[in-house]
T-cell receptor, first 113, second 111 residues
Framework: GAGVSQSPRYKVAKRGQDVALRCDPISGHVSLFWYQQALGQGPEFLTYFQNEAQLDKSGLPSDRFFAERPEGSVSTLKIQRTQQEDSAVYLC???????????FGQGTRLTVV | GENVEQHPSTLSVQEGDSAVIKCTYSDSASNYFPWYKQELGKGPQLIID?????GEKKDQRIAVTLNKTAKHFSLHITETQPEDSAVYFC??????????FGTGTRLQVFP
């Protein structure tokens, strides 16, 4: 596919459960971003990778959130011990870097019950 | 850190009219200002962007203006069509690529 692919599209988790969200960026894109979008709000930055290096994780809300991109391509966002306030759409974006256009995936809607 | 404010939060226009959405940013180091359109159930899609060395940019019915002194930038959509109905987000970025988004404007175009 030509675009950014995220899976699953929807995830329902019981409070306290661990979840893993996957992002397949556009092939060749160096930069990868994760954003969290609460209902009716703009996306909020979580973390940024340049290839496999996590250069900025200042937006991760707590140490329950962890992201990795071990081979500089696919990335996984993991949330441990989910809480209700984690319910949101998690968006992944990739770009060539250098403030080139960031392409977003469709997002994963996480609902914690 | 950077803060981006956007208004209005909702905007209703008649088909064929113009729509204007305004944003202000706080950090003068920001130098890249994209606008995204987000339809229901989809991720944001870039519609136009502007860099700090340019004051205005136009692409068919869409234009963006930037006032660096006042630290504000605006999106102008002319001859609006029902398919323009969506949520629009402005954003600002510095060299780090990280985007700081505004809170969004829900645009409704009535036929």
């Amino acid at each position: 596919g030509a675009g950014v692919s995220q899976s699953p599209r929807y995830k329902v988790a019981k409070r306290g459960q661990d979840v893993a969200l996957r992002c397949d960026p556009i092939s060749g894109h160096v930069s990868l971003f994760w954003y969290q979008q609460a209902l009716g709000q703009g996306p909020e930055f979580l973390t940024y990778f340049q290839n496999e290096a996590q250069l900025d994780k200042s937006g991760l809300p707590s140490d329950r959130f962890f992201a990795e991109r071990p081979e500089g391509s696919v990335s996984t966002l993991k949330i441990q011990r989910t809480q209700q306030e984690d319910s949101a759409v998690y968006l992944c974006a990739s770009s060539l870097g250098g403030q080139n256009e960031a392409f977003f995936g469709q997002g994963t809607r996480l609902t914690v019950v | 850190g950077e803060n981006v404010e956007q208004h209005p939060s909702t905007l209703s226009v008649q088909e064929g009219d113009s729509a204007v959405i305004k944003c202000t940013y706080s950090d003068s180091a920001s130098n890249y200002f994209p606008w995204y359109k987000q339809e229901l159930g989809k991720g944001p899609q870039l519609i136009i962007d502007i860099r700090s060395n340019v004051g205005e940019k136009k692409d068919q019915r869409i234009a963006v203006t930037l006032n660096k002194t006042a630290k504000h930038f605006s999106l102008h959509i002319t001859e609006t069509q029902p398919e323009d109905s969506a949520v629009y987000f402005c954003a600002a970025s510095m060299a780090t690529d990280k985007l700081i988004f505004g809170t969004g404007t829900r645009l409704q175009v009535f036929p």
